[in-house]
């Protein structure tokens, strides 16, 4: 993942300390987010009417879901959404309603959920087989300040 950022620098041409703890604090939660996943499936071809679940050990607090295609068998997902297991029903998380998938997405729920799992929805592909590499289920951890 590469995230851009830009700063100007003062005249001295140094960096102000706080500028630098914020972006370690930010670079840290980054990390510590994504050392491991609470659910996470990989290599899974499915039509692209078939929805591709990812199941949680419990119930867990939930915000974030990574997804990648095997780009090695082409770029195919056009449209797809995402849901969540609450209390046995599965609710759609609206602003996660996404366009292409391609190497990598990541999608931040609206709100964290306790969720048992989390299920993808291809609603749209260029041909009828999707073929994902990982789907990965995380709780973010906000940077220390």
């Not at 692209?48 to 199941?55: D, F, I, L, Q, R």
């Amino acid at each position: 993942m590469h995230l851009i950022t830009r700063d100007v620098s003062p005249a001295s041409g140094r960096i102000p300390q706080a500028y630098v703890d914020a972006a370690t604090a930010f670079g840290d939660a980054i990390r510590k987010t994504f050392r491991s996943p609470l659910g996470e499936i990989h290599d899974v071809t499915v039509e692209c009417n078939v929805p591709v679940t990812v199941v949680l050990t419990s119930s867990v607090v939930v915000d974030t879901v990574e997804t990648r295609e095997d780009l090695g068998l082409g770029q195919t997902i056009a449209r797809y959404a995402i849901d969540a297991l609450i209390d046995h029903k599965w609710v759609n998380q609206k602003a996660v309603n996404g366009q292409t998938v391609g190497n990598r997405v990541v999608d931040i729920l609206p709100e964290p959920v306790l969720a048992s799992a989390i299920r993808f929805r291809c609603l749209d592909a260029v041909r009828e087989m999707i073929h994902i590499r990982s789907i990965k289920v995380f709780k973010a951890e906000p940077p220390v300040a």
